[in-house]
Structures are given as C-alpha cells and as structure tokens.
C-alpha cells in the first residue's frame, strides 16, 4: 500500500475515521510512503462505520477543487462505495467486500463547473486476500 502512495503527488486532503485504528493507519502509511497525509488531515468522527450515502456526504462537502482525497473509513461503507461505482461501470459486476487495507482509487468527473456537484469513476481497486492459516 505504501508503495501505492508514494506515486501519489501532494496536496492531498485526508478524511479519516477518528477511530484507533484508521489514525494509527494513516501514520503508518505516512510513514513508510514519505507522502504527508497528515498535514492536511481531518478527524471525522461520522466517517466510523458510515453508510455510503454519509461517506458521499462527507466526500461532497470536504474536497476541494482540484484536490486529492484520501478518505480513511471502515466497512461495510467502504465496500458499498466499491460496488455502487462498479454496478455503475458494469451492470453485471459480482458485489465485493472490500478487505482490510483494501484500496479504491477513483476520478472525480465534474460536468457541470460546480466543485460540489461531481460524480465518481472507478478506476483501480485492490482488495487483499486475506490468509487465516
């Protein structure tokens, strides 16, 4: 994952969960990617365990123009903004849930000039396969 970011260039705005662990994962990412995600963070208390229709909220009111947004969240919030944007895509996608550290990478397509009015694309997604030996 830190490798991932680490292509990523700054400024990025960072949303995280005020949960424990999304905090803690962001320092670590930080951390080992060099890029600073930290910087311009906010700690979102709603983002623990929201539904998608809150993490869009959330996502429209707190990005800026031109900016790129990291958002830190828990599933199944996380899993669901997965599959809206690939049901969108691909009517015949299978549902997925979005494994720990799992990633979505989205463009933001804005048609109408209006930085709160945009529309998500799918891009890339990458979700581990977890081993239970």
Known sequence: MAALF?????PILTLCSSAIRCIE??????QLSGVRLTANCEYIEELYLAPLHTI????????K?????????????MS???????????????MEMLATCGIIICDLRNGSGNSQNFDLLL?????PVISHD
């Open 65 to 77: 123009e031109k900016n790129k947004t990291l958002i830190m969240g828990h599933n199944p919030g």
């Open 25 to 30: 994962t962001v320092n670590l990412v930080e």
């Open 80 to 94: 669901d903004v997965l599959n809206e944007l690939k049901f969108k895509q691909a009517p015949n996608s299978k």
């Open 56 to 63: 869009k909220r959330i996502l429209r009111e707190k990005r």
């Open 123 to 127: 891009r890339y997604h990458y979700s």
């Open 6 to 10: 680490s292509t990523i260039k700054p």
